[in-house]
């Protein structure tokens, strides 16, 4: 089974609106962290925002927030007055605890492509 | 500070001569990651160092690719007898790993990558 699930492969939004991209995740792990990266064009792998499994806030970084609803095991990215640079992929991650006895490697879902309008 | 680099950025090579790939982590990082990425797709998972040492082989997709790290820096990605399904983006990321306290918020940072074509 899938430990990280993107469901969008494609989005488009126009500039100046906010849009949420989906990612929901599968761990038994009660202690885990949440990423998102971005990779435009260039292809560098960017660190956007973490969320820790027990941090009580959603985690917020300038226009990006994460919506994290822990009992859906949904932890969308939401990118608020979207801009035309923010047209790239972005990667939803999740490293689960070493309680769990598991990898230290993230997992990684296959990424949602944003298309920003002007 | 500088961030994580590779070398080359871009290798363009025949089928069946060997490549050797290098990252060089952010200072003081002591887990390294080695990922490939092919075109339009997710990151594949090659091999994990902590320190000199690499716990998780298990991406690793033949023994034709191996992967040494030295001094818990400098790490090089060594494919022998290229193939064309070799051609790809290959990816390498560091982070605090045990150094850091080994937590599950332990960040990775990628590099610009090296894109692969086997002709």
């Known amino acids: 089974a899938q430990k990280i699930t993107q469901t969008q492969p494609g989005m488009f939004v126009q500039e100046k609106e906010a849009v949420t991209l989906d990612c929901t995740y599968d761990t038994s792990d009660p202690s885990y962290g949440l990423f998102w990266y971005k990779q435009p064009s260039s292809g560098e792998m960017i660190f956007l925002i973490y969320?820790?499994?027990?941090?009580?806030q959603n985690a917020t970084e300038g226009r990006y927030s994460l919506n994290f609803q822990k009992a859906r095991k949904s932890a969308n990215l939401v990118i608020s007055a979207s801009q035309l640079g923010d047209s790239a992929m972005y990667f939803c991650?999740?490293?689960?605890?070493f309680g769990s006895g598991g990898s230290y490697i993230p997992t990684f879902g296959r990424g949602t492509s944003l298309i920003v309008h002007p | 500070g500088a961030g994580v680099s590779q070398s080359p950025s871009n290798k363009v090579t025949e089928k069946g001569k060997d490549v050797e790939l290098r990252c060089d982590p952010i200072?003081?990082?002591?887990?390294l990651y080695w990922y490939r990425q092919s075109l339009g797709q997710g990151l594949e998972f090659l091999i994990y160092?902590?320190?000199?040492?690499?716990?998780?082989k298990s991406g690793l997709p033949s023994d034709r690719f191996s992967a040494e790290r030295t001094g818990g820096s400098v790490s090089t990605l060594t494919i022998q007898r290229t193939q064309q399904e070799d051609s790809a983006v290959y990816l390498c990321?560091?982070?605090?790993?045990?150094?850091?306290?080994?937590?599950?918020?332990?960040?990775?940072?990628f590099g610009p990558g090296t894109r692969l074509t086997v002709l």
């Open positions: 160092f902590q320190g000199n040492s690499a716990p998780d």
């Open positions: 969320q820790g499994s027990y941090d009580q």
């Open positions: 990321a560091s982070s605090k790993g045990l150094a850091g306290g080994g937590s599950h918020s332990d960040t990775q940072y």
């Open positions: 991650a999740m490293r689960e605890g």
């Open positions: 200072s003081g990082h002591t887990a």
